[in-house]
């Protein structure tokens, strides 16, 4: 129990009563005694108070105030509200023989009076009241702060993972019979679905002041043919037997389509779905599908284009004119004298005078684990056996980001922060016409006419930064850990070998074996694998 004080009004004068506090409970304040007796008129010695209160034991003391002659004290109480608005605190102080109690009326219309509204607890008022812990705080009224709420989210029902490695064997080949690895769906299948948001409740302080709780964002699925949407539009369901796949954050649904050979039987392919290929890509001919294309033989001399990957078990023949182009990555058992651009990695056992382009990495370990003439480029690494030749073929060999791209982003960060800037500044011009307007100010046809020139300027420039954004986003993303970028070499990079490592070159001029290329300043260094 708090310690606390009492008037005691009699013939002789005023005095105050000093209870110390019981247990563990708080001293009396100093200051709140003191703005008491103020508050009632009473007039006190400071050093008497403050002497009583330091020298106050286990046993409660009666301090003389004055000899001024006073009606008896009510019960009183001051209510107090935090500096966040979302509490009020009542403290309650006892009368003095004769002094009239408290009552629950009297606070209310204190409460009423501090404009305090909302969320008042009544019975705590009441049992305040009733057992008179003076001095003591007691929660009277309480607000609420706004609830963060949910925005909708997406679960998916099948494996998004693309870019799934092919496994070496012990023999350091391998196996790619087992690369045709589709996410396998059937009619009916629930693919994805989505979790709806949840508005969060909105906030009130004690004074009825409302904080509205965060506006939660909802979503949509985007998706290819094949998929149905259920009514209440959360759910994503395979229409036919086939393979599920996400490519860009778009779900794509098909089946497969499967030739023995691409050649003069079939001509050019061109589908929706996955091509599956039993044996050859003939010279001349052209796949092209926003799915997945698996060929079991040789591709000779041909253009391939997938959304998804190309496997080839065999190798291609590019014969300087075959291409290879893949949203997601490219397996082969080699590549030679071809075009290949993948936005994932690609992988195979030898690349032969090839202009390769990799969004991620290019693998050459296995088997011989060669890469040799051409060019090959990888945004993050190159991981190869043998580079170059003891003949000293002309290859090139590049990793990490190209310095325009390092250009590009800090230019459009300048221009979104400029644009940033200005978009309030037309917002606010925007208003402030509105208001006039609203308010029955005339505006002449030449202020009318720039203030929708305005809106047209606005509207124009907050897509500018939205463009602009999805674009810094997009190209942070590919410079991102260009610190890490690196050439692994598990073998012998040969001299004349062309190295680039985010912008920093060099030409192989002694032998490199077992080590890994870096960039160490504006330079090109080497280190233990």
């Known amino acids: 129990m708090n310690g606390y004080f009492q008037l005691s009004v009699n013939k002789e004068g005023v005095s105050v009563i000093l209870f110390p506090p019981i247990g563990e409970g708080e001293k009396i304040r100093v200051n709140e005694l003191k703005e008491y007796l103020d508050r009632v008129g009473v007039p006190y010695d400071n050093k008497a108070i403050n002497s009583a209160l330091h020298d106050l034991g286990e046993e409660e003391v009666a301090v003389f105030l004055s000899s001024m002659q006073i009606p008896p004290v009510d019960e009183k109480c001051t209510i107090d509200v935090t500096h966040d608005r979302l509490t009020a605190v009542m403290r309650l102080f006892p009368p003095s023989v004769g002094g009239a109690p408290l009552t629950r009326a009297h606070v ?48 998916f029902h099948f494996d998004t993972n693309n870019s799934t490695r092919p496994e070496l064997n012990e023999d350091g080949s391998v196996d790619f019979f087992k690369l045709n690895r589709l996410h396998h769906c059937t009619k009916g299948q629930v693919l994805a679905e989505i979790i709806p948001e949840q508005k969060g409740d909105d906030g009130v302080d004690v004074f009825g002041n409302v904080t509205p709780a965060r506006e939660v964002k909802s979503t949509k699925i985007p998706h290819g043919r094949n998929i149905e949407v259920s009514e209440d539009g959360l759910k994503y369901i395979s229409m036919v037997d086939g393979h599920a796949a996400l490519v860009d954050g778009t779900v794509f649904v098909s089946d497969v389509y499967a030739v023995e050979n691409v050649g003069t039987s079939t001509g050019n392919i061109q589908y929706h779905g996955d091509v599956d290929v039993k044996g050859n890509v003939c010279e001349n001919f052209c796949v092209k599908t926003d799915g997945n294309v698996f060929v079991n033989g040789v591709v000779e001399g041909a253009n391939i284009e997938a959304g998804g990957n190309i496997i080839i078990v065999r190798g291609m023949h590019g014969q300087n004119k075959g291409i290879l182009k893949a949203g997601g990555n490219i397996i082969a058992k080699f590549i030679s004298a071809a075009q290949v651009e993948a936005g994932g990695f690609v992988e195979a056992e030898q690349i032969l005078n090839a202009r390769v382009t990799a969004g991620t990495y290019v693998n050459a370990e296995a088997g011989k684990g060669l890469i040799t003439g051409g060019r090959v480029v990888a945004k993050k690494a190159v991981n190869v056996k043998n580079a170059g030749s003891a003949m000293g073929a002309t290859t090139t060999i590049e990793v990490g980001c190209d310095p325009e791209a390092k250009k590009r982003l800090a230019m459009l960060q300048k221009d979104v922060g400029e644009k940033s800037k200005m978009i309030p500044q037309m917002k606010k011009v925007i208003e402030e016409t509105a208001r006039k307007l609203k308010s029955g100010v005339t505006l002449t046809p030449d202020q009318i006419k720039k203030a929708r020139a305005l809106q047209v300027t606005l509207a124009e420039t907050q897509k500018q930064v939205q463009e602009s954004l999805k674009e810094i986003e997009a190209l942070d993303s590919l410079i991102k850990g260009e610190d890490n970028a690196h050439i692994d070499v598990r073998g012998t990079m040969y001299q004349g070998v062309n190295i680039s490592i985010s912008g920093a070159t060099m030409t192989i001029k002694n032998e490199y074996t077992y080590c890994r290329l870096i960039k160490k300043g504006a330079d090109v260094a080497s280190t233990n694998l």
Request: aromatic share 2%; hydrophobic share 40%.
């Open 108 to 155: 209310m219309e204190i409460l009423q009076r501090e404009k305090i509204t909302t969320g008042i607890d009544d019975a705590a008022i009441r049992a305040a009241l009733e057992e008179k812990e003076y001095c003591t705080d007691i929660i009277v009224a309480r607000g609420s702060t706004p609830t963060a709420g949910r925005d909708a989210s997406v679960v």
